[in-house]
């Protein structure tokens, strides 16, 4: 697999690495003429601004109700330096009570006049990332804000208000300095004049070292910093998602960064999604001089029911809080290929024979860097990255193999200038059947490095001796299905909190105290300004998408404000549309209580005598047959045969946007 080796190896290594150079070995018998390339340290391009992960769309929802210890596992695979991928950079959703994919996230601002910095998780994970990192960057994006913001128009001063409230919750409750703010996720960017005064007002509330990052793909706004001064100095950086071969000219041409602003490595979970995300990272500097790329997600933890289609679509998946259960993809490694050698600030060599990174003629690709003078390192240190990975891309991400690999390269790299006198490098080594493994010392001879690749494999060659570690916890608990019964009367919450297991998918709703003590309460009070999925009335999620049989027992109140407004109580909830992002649950299996005693089980209605506005304690029955059930204050009052035919999820929800409440949930299910 190696052509040279330096050194000698312990007798206890000597087993691991015989059965490792025959894994990475056998993989092709036939070998091409060896290639030459050239490495030449003076050739020192853009700087390295680390890879990460996206928490955005509620895709990070469970992971905060894990049970320790593997919550802190899963966030040391994440973010803990020289254990698992070594995040560089997490980009987190400003909760904005809106439908932003797998859900919603919670505002820090339901109303004007409102401020709740610990509501939600982002900050939480934010915190916990820098505890494990301090090096590590935190860049926050609004999907959509709550409906008082502008009275509905996004681009206002409120809006500007409501993002550095954001940045201050980060700063000041959760002891995180803030590096990078964006505008609005896959939306247009606004104006120069509100880009330039949202600096300005950054800077007045002591962000100045915030800077502000533009999407590419959208609008074309970020044009004008050829034209506009005041314009180009407010903006640090331009990003495109999904770009692939599509980078901004305007921006790399007025020397600002560019980035691949949302990615993703597939939704296989397997060495396939790692060998798209590996080869993303190599050939997005080689074709487009992006210098980071994000993945969405970071990890994957929300319910199957709210995401099935993108399961795996992350570097990890946590979807089992009661279980513990967890799985860590092959693609954790391939981040461990970039972010344990290299750091934000590293030099990429330039791109083509007369530089460092390039395309290999037999497939595949090499990225080099080199650390500033600031680092202290030898000048002859480097990191070589090196792939002829072969995983689809598939749709979105698109990025697929331009020639595929169908043999052993044998490759030398000359080495120019001060790296010509680096004596060895150490190698790092993946394929699909061993991830992360040290290979061994390989000897440069007279300033060249031999190396044979074989197809789908990544390595990283590094003269730094210590670095790269293959972090390890304990086996995970197994899986598990959702628990039932299922009984919670919230007492146990802080105010302003998430509720176990409850993940919703429109509004907001939160621990919050009551007439009845704690209660599940729903806080958006207004149609948010949204992304792009519609916003329909809240509604939030627990348990299991196969269950058929439900039975559910609230205590609720409707708290209205318009004669409208309702409570309802559903089974057969989950996303409803594979091709567009929408959930809900079957009508035929809910039961809905307005404000006036108007009652409702899909088309089936009625109404309730001498029906207030006050605490009642509402259930819902789904039987075998699918026979639906209504009782309010122990009396039955809707029976509908045959109604539900649809399985899934538990949902609570409200008829508009107000603030109904909910107590003492008791489920059983199956």
Same mark, same amino acid.
């Given at each position: 697999?190696?052509?040279?080796?330096?050194?000698?190896? $312990?007798?206890?290594?000597?087993?691991?690495?015989?059965?490792?150079?025959?894994?990475?070995?056998?993989?092709?018998?036939?070998?091409?003429?060896?290639?030459?390339?050239?490495?030449?340290?003076?050739?020192?391009?853009?700087?390295?601004?680390?890879?990460?992960?996206?928490?955005?769309?509620?895709?990070?929802?469970?992971?905060?109700?894990?049970?320790?210890?593997?919550?802190?596992?899963?966030?040391?695979? =994440?973010?803990?330096?020289?254990?698992?991928?070594?995040?560089?950079? @997490?980009?987190?959703?400003?909760?904005?009570?809106? %439908?932003?994919?797998?859900?919603?996230?919670?505002?820090?601002?339901?109303?004007?006049? /409102?401020?709740?910095?610990?509501?939600?998780?982002?900050?939480?994970?934010?915190?916990?990332?820098?505890?494990?990192?301090?090096?590590?960057?935190?860049?926050?994006?609004?999907?959509?804000?709550?409906?008082?913001?502008?009275?509905?128009?996004?681009?206002?001063?409120?809006?500007?208000?409501?993002?550095?409230?954001?940045?201050?919750?980060?700063?000041?409750?959760?002891?995180?300095?803030?590096?990078?703010?964006?505008?609005?996720?896959?939306?247009?960017?606004?104006?120069?004049?509100?880009?330039?005064?949202?600096?300005?007002?950054?800077?007045?509330?002591?962000?100045?070292?915030?800077?502000?990052?533009?999407?590419?793909?959208?609008?074309?706004?970020?044009?004008?910093?050829?034209?506009?001064?005041?314009?180009?100095?407010?903006?640090?950086?331009?990003?495109?998602?999904?770009?692939?071969?599509?980078?901004?000219?305007?921006?790399? %041409?007025?020397?600002?960064? +560019?980035?691949?602003?949302?990615?993703?490595?597939?939704?296989?979970?397997?060495?396939?999604?790692?060998?798209?995300?590996?080869?993303?990272?190599?050939?997005?500097?080689?074709?487009?001089?992006?210098?980071?790329?994000?993945?969405?997600?970071?990890?994957?933890?929300?319910?199957?029911?709210?995401?099935?289609?993108?399961?795996?679509?992350?570097?990890?998946?946590?979807?089992?809080?009661?279980?513990?259960?967890?799985?860590?993809?092959?693609?954790?490694?391939?981040?461990?290929?970039?972010?344990?050698?290299?750091?934000?600030?590293?030099?990429? @060599?330039?791109?083509?024979?007369?530089?460092?990174?390039?395309?290999?003629?037999?497939?595949?690709?090499?990225?080099? =860097?080199?650390?500033?003078?600031?680092?202290?390192?030898?000048?002859?240190?480097?990191?070589?990255?090196?792939?002829?990975? %072969?995983?689809?891309?598939?749709?979105?991400?698109?990025?697929?193999?331009?020639?595929?690999? $169908?043999?052993?390269?044998?490759?030398?790299?000359?080495?120019?200038?001060? @790296?010509?006198?680096?004596?060895?490098?150490?190698?790092?080594?993946?394929?699909?059947?061993?991830?992360?493994?040290?290979?061994?010392?390989?000897?440069?001879?007279?300033?060249?490095?031999?190396?044979?690749?074989?197809? /789908?494999?990544?390595?990283?060659?590094?003269?730094?001796?210590?670095?790269?570690?293959?972090?390890?916890?304990?086996?995970?608990?197994?899986?598990?299905?959702?628990?039932?019964?299922?009984?919670?009367?919230?007492?146990?919450?802080?105010?302003?909190? =998430?509720?176990?297991?409850?993940?919703?998918?429109?509004?907001? +709703?939160?621990?919050?105290?009551?007439?009845?003590?704690?209660?599940? $309460?729903? !806080?958006?009070?207004?149609?948010?300004?949204?992304?792009?999925?519609?916003?329909?009335?809240?509604?939030?999620?627990?348990?299991?998408?196969?269950?058929?049989?439900?039975?559910?027992?609230?205590?609720?109140?409707?708290?209205?404000?318009?004669?409208?407004?309702?409570?309802?109580?559903?089974?057969?909830?989950?996303?409803?549309?594979?091709?567009?992002?929408?959930?809900?649950? /079957?009508?035929?299996?809910?039961?809905?209580?307005?404000?006036?005693?108007?009652?409702?089980?899909?088309?089936?209605?009625?109404?309730?005598?001498?029906?207030?506005?006050?605490?009642?304690?509402?259930? !819902?029955?789904?039987?075998?047959?699918?026979?639906?059930?209504?009782?309010?204050?122990?009396?039955?009052?809707?029976?509908?045969?045959?109604? *539900?035919?649809?399985?899934?999820?538990?949902? =609570?929800?409200?008829?508009?946007?107000?603030? *109904?409440?909910?107590?003492?949930?008791?489920? /059983?299910?199956?």
């Amino acid at each position: 697999y190696i052509s040279k080796m330096a050194g000698s190896r $312990t007798a206890s290594n000597t087993g691991t690495f015989r059965t490792v150079t025959l894994v990475f070995a056998v993989l092709a018998s036939v070998h091409v003429h060896a290639d030459v390339y050239t490495i030449n340290g003076a050739s020192q391009a853009s700087e390295f601004d680390g890879h990460g992960g996206l928490s955005a769309g509620a895709s990070s929802r469970l992971l905060i109700d894990y049970p320790e210890p593997q919550r802190s596992e899963v966030l040391d695979y =994440l973010f803990l330096p020289g254990f698992g991928a070594s995040l560089g950079v @997490l980009k987190v959703e400003i909760g904005g009570d809106t %439908q932003s994919t797998d859900g919603t996230e919670p505002s820090h601002m339901h109303f004007r006049g /409102d401020l709740g910095c610990n509501r939600g998780y982002e900050g939480w994970l934010a915190s916990e990332a820098r505890k494990r990192n301090p090096d590590i960057k935190i860049w926050s994006l609004s999907w959509g804000v709550p409906g008082w913001i502008g009275n509905g128009t996004y681009f206002s001063p409120d809006n500007m208000d409501y993002q550095i409230q954001w940045l201050k919750c980060l700063k000041n409750e959760h002891q995180v300095e803030p590096n990078l703010l964006g505008l609005w996720n896959e939306r247009p960017q606004g104006s120069t004049d509100y880009v330039i005064s949202l600096r300005k007002a950054l800077d007045a509330e002591g962000f100045k070292d915030v800077g502000i990052t533009m999407e590419a793909t959208w609008q074309e706004l970020i044009n004008n910093v050829l034209t506009n001064p005041a314009f180009n100095a407010s903006v640090y950086a331009a990003t495109k998602h999904y770009p692939c071969n599509d980078t901004s000219a305007p921006a790399i %041409q007025a020397h600002k960064k +560019f980035w691949a602003g949302e990615d993703t490595p597939t939704h296989t979970g397997n060495w396939t999604g790692a060998g798209c995300w590996g080869r993303k990272l190599n050939q997005h500097w080689i074709k487009m001089n992006a210098t980071s790329a994000i993945s969405w997600a970071v990890v994957w933890s929300s319910f199957h029911g709210e995401g099935a289609q993108f399961d795996g679509n992350a570097f990890m998946n946590a979807t089992e809080p009661w279980s513990g259960h967890y799985k860590v993809f092959p693609v954790i490694w391939i981040n461990a290929h970039w972010n344990q050698f290299v750091k934000p600030g590293w030099k990429f @060599l330039s791109t083509g024979q007369a530089g460092g990174s390039d395309m290999l003629n037999g497939g595949g690709s090499y990225v080099t =860097l080199v650390p500033p003078a600031s680092a202290g390192m030898s000048d002859n240190t480097f990191v070589m990255i090196i792939e002829t990975l %072969q995983g689809d891309c598939g749709s979105p991400g698109k990025c697929d193999v331009l020639k595929p690999t $169908t043999q052993t390269q044998d490759l030398s790299f000359t080495l120019k200038d001060d @790296l010509a006198s680096a004596e060895k490098v150490y190698l790092w080594c993946s394929n699909a059947s061993v991830q992360f493994t040290f290979v061994g010392e390989v000897e440069i001879k007279s300033g060249v490095l031999s190396i044979s690749m074989a197809p /789908d494999t990544i390595c990283t060659a590094t003269t730094v001796s210590g670095s790269g570690k293959k972090g390890e916890h304990p086996t995970p608990p197994a899986s598990a299905p959702f628990p039932v019964p299922h009984k919670d009367d919230f007492s146990s919450y802080v105010e302003d909190t =998430l509720a176990f297991g409850f993940s919703d998918v429109y509004g907001s +709703f939160s621990v919050r105290s009551s007439a009845k003590g704690n209660s599940l $309460t729903q !806080l958006a009070t207004a149609v948010p300004t949204g992304w792009a999925p519609t916003n329909f009335d809240p509604l939030t999620l627990i348990g299991d998408d196969k269950w058929s049989q439900v039975q559910l027992n609230v205590t609720a109140i409707v708290n209205h404000t318009a004669d409208e407004h309702y409570v309802r109580l559903c089974g057969g909830c989950k996303s409803t549309s594979a091709r567009v992002i929408q959930y809900g649950c /079957d009508n035929s299996c809910c039961f809905n209580v307005s404000s006036t005693g108007a009652w409702q089980v899909g088309k089936t209605n009625g109404t309730i005598a001498g029906f207030k506005d006050e605490w009642h304690d509402i259930s !819902l029955s789904i039987d075998g047959s699918g026979n639906v059930f209504g009782m309010v204050d122990g009396i039955e009052v809707a029976k509908v045969e045959s109604s *539900c035919q649809t399985r899934g999820m538990v949902g =609570l929800g409200c008829g508009k946007y107000h603030m *109904c409440a909910f107590s003492q949930v008791f489920i /059983d299910a199956k």
